[in-house]
Every structure is written in C-alpha cells, then in structure tokens.
C-alpha cells in the first residue's frame, strides 16, 4: 500500500477501527497501539488498494487483539473486568447524550455481547459481516445479536430507575 493510499484510509476507517479496538480492550492506549498494529499491517501487506479494506482492518485489529490475550495467556474476562475510570476519550469521539449513554451500557455488557452490538451500532455492520469477521455463521451472529440486545435493554432499564 502507498504512504498517500494508506493516509486517505486512515482518515476513512481510523475513527471506525478506534472505537471497535477500544470496545475489545477498554483502554484508550491499548486500544491506539491496536489501530496502530492495524494501519502497520495494512501498509506491510497490502499491495493495492482493495475493497472490502474496512473489514479487513477490523479483522486485523481483532486478530491483533485476540495475539495480545494469548501471548498475556488471560482471557478477555480478566483482561476486560475493570471499567476504565475516565470516558473522555470515548465521550470526545461519539457524538451525543443518547450515544454516549448507549456506550457507556455497552460497556458493562460481557465481552462477546458488547462485540457484536459495536459492530451493529457504532460501524453498522450486517449480521452477515460480522459473521465474516468473527469467523461466526449468521445464525450464531444473530442469536448473540438477541441476547444482547436484551441484556443491554435490561441495564438501560435499571440504570434508568
């Protein structure tokens, strides 16, 4: 990938491939390093410019997430227990009270079910794309998608009492 192809690419899909890399880990550094891994990999590996590279680069970034627990040998629950005290990373990048209270619920869902509501509300990414990504089927994909939207619902609704 060319240095001009790759910044036209970051200026695209950087805010996208941030907000989904700081929903799997939850820390705003960790989560720059990813994106960072990401747009590295992109420019190592990729010889021209090709269509799907949005999906690409999420899936990378989750691969490099995924590398990241393995070699820490935890699993997601350890690593992503504790929520980050401050939100004003997260805050600056979405736009709006009702956005920002939805992020915030996302956040206290487990890591599986907070994956899969990032990518259908934050990158408006099909059931059938996320299947891609996560090397799920659609059916898979779209059960997790119910149950999450249930459990999110329910946190909504006590966070509301």
Excluded at 35 to 46: H, Q
Excluded at 63 to 71: A, G, S, Y
Excluded at 89 to 104: C, M, P, S
Excluded at 108 to 133: C, N
């Amino acid at each position: 990938m060319k240095p001009d192809e790759l910044e036209r690419a970051y200026r695209a899909y950087g805010r996208e491939v941030y907000l989904y890399a700081f929903s799997l880990c939850r820390n705003p550094h960790e989560a720059e390093e990813l994106v960072s891994d990401a747009f590295f990999k992109a420019f190592l590996s990729l010889e021209e410019s090709r269509a799907p590279l949005r999906y690409w680069l999420l899936r990378v970034c989750r691969n490099c997430f995924l590398d990241r627990l393995r070699r820490r040998r935890t699993h997601p629950e350890d690593e992503l227990r504790d929520l980050p005290a401050d939100f004003d990373v997260a805050d600056r990048l979405i736009a709006g009270e009702e956005r920002q209270a939805l992020y915030r619920w996302l956040l206290r869902l487990p890591p599986r079910s907070r994956e899969v509501l990032s990518m259908s509300y934050f990158l408006g990414l099909s059931a059938g794309e996320i299947a891609a990504l996560t090397g799920q089927t659609q059916g898979a994909v779209r059960t997790a998608l119910c149950r999450a939207r249930a459990a999110l619902r329910q946190i909504a609704k006590e966070e509301q009492e």
